[in-house]
């Protein structure tokens, strides 16, 4: 029962920390108090869950050897708990006024993954109905990270829950389904911000799109690492190292580029927030190489890590692309995988080596191996865009992967 209860709070504080930082871009990209607000409280809940595991994990060892594998799972809690505390770290450049360039948010409105807000008006599609009619995952590559409801915070709300008119919905997702989001909200058209082509590529352009990259390492460094516990995979282990190693790398670039836009005739204020975002960046991709040590290093993963980790909202799939399948020579673009089926692609190994965070221009190719993440029920037809048919074997999580065309 103990073991049970730990896979499920283990579960529960990966899922809050990733959400936690979901929420703090948010906050900065929206300069909102009150979401930052809501992170620092969903922080008190971390801390509890951490303080709960701790405590289990020591009462179920009864041995050397399972004191070993159990310190394992101590060092992914700690993680887990760091991310959690990264995530503060980043609301604190909302809440304590360091401010950011206006260059940042317009540079991350053009990433993989974009954050969003819009009010629900009365008569939408979504007046009055409950959230998991819309399959928002699939429908528009966006899932819901919480809802505002006058005062109130509604944090990652379940399907069950029915949206009223004047919720405000926060969103994050693939930019491309933001047109249909607005649509089924009853939302005004959306038109992002933008600033003018500059002539120069000035020192700060450098420092914000550093941050940019930043940013986006981190968040795949952290995904990588949770892939490479639940497939007990090496190559994804020493992927997540490099990221590290060019998180730290580039954490010096920033600061040289900071201080150079310092000497420049610019308010000084915005530089301490991409200093500041830097830090929980290169932080995040600590707390990655962390849990990737176990995996490097020890052979006997407690399993109460594999359970745990495989157990949330999203699901993590690593598939080969087979001949003659739909998605052959097709751009990751083409194909609009986070609309349909609701999978974002985290990389793609080719040749021994990973693409991260791959662009929409990538085209796939025959025995490219494809590691996305995205909602259990799109993981069938994700396999049959590249060439699969997904069969389900005596165990529930025994899935064989049988050519289109042999059927």
Known sequence: MESRNLREMLAEAK????????????????????????????????????????????????????????????????????IGNDAVDITRIVTRRLGIPRQLVIDLMVAEEVSHRVEVA??????????????????????????????????????????????????????DGITRLRELA??????????EEAAVLTDLDRAVDTIVEMKNLSEVAVGLAYSSLVFRDRSLAAEVRHLEDRLDEMKIRLEL???????????????????????AAEDLGDQAQQMVW??????????????????????????????????VGRSLGDLDLPIEPGFNVLAIERNGRYLYRPRRDVELRVDDRVLASGP??????????????????NDEDDLVLEPLSST
């Open 376 to 393: 259990e029920e799109g993981r069938g037809p994700l396999a049959e865009l590249l060439g699969w048919r997904l069969i389900e074997g």
């Open 15 to 82: 899922d809050t920390s990733e959400l936690m930082v979901d929420l703090a871009y948010a906050a900065l990209f929206f300069d909102d108090p009150d979401m930052a607000d809501e992170v620092e409280a969903l922080e008190q809940q971390i801390s509890d869950l951490v303080h709960r595991m701790r405590a289990l994990s020591i009462i179920a060892v009864r041995n050397p050897r399972e004191a070993e594998a159990m310190s394992a799972v101590l060092q992914v809690i700690s993680a887990v708990e760091s």
């Open 186 to 195: 009853g939302a005004p058209s959306y038109d992002p911000p933008r600033l």
């Open 122 to 175: 009365d008569g939408s599609h979504f007046a009055n109905r409950p959230l998991g009619s819309f399959e928002l995952p699939v429908v528009t590559g966006m899932r819901v990270l919480a809802v505002r409801r006058g005062r109130r915070w509604l944090v990652d709300p379940g399907g069950d829950e029915i949206l009223n008119p004047g919720d405000v919905m926060f969103l994050r997702g693939s930019p």
């Open 257 to 279: 580029w900071v201080l150079r836009a310092a000497s420049d005739d610019i308010d000084p204020k915005p530089l301490r927030g991409l200093l500041h975002l830097g830090a």
């Open 294 to 327: 176990l995996i490097e290093k020890s052979s006997d993963l407690h399993p109460v890590l594999h359970v745990a980790l495989g157990d949330t909202d999203d699901i993590v799939v690593r598939m080969p692309v087979g001949e003659g399948a739909e998605a």
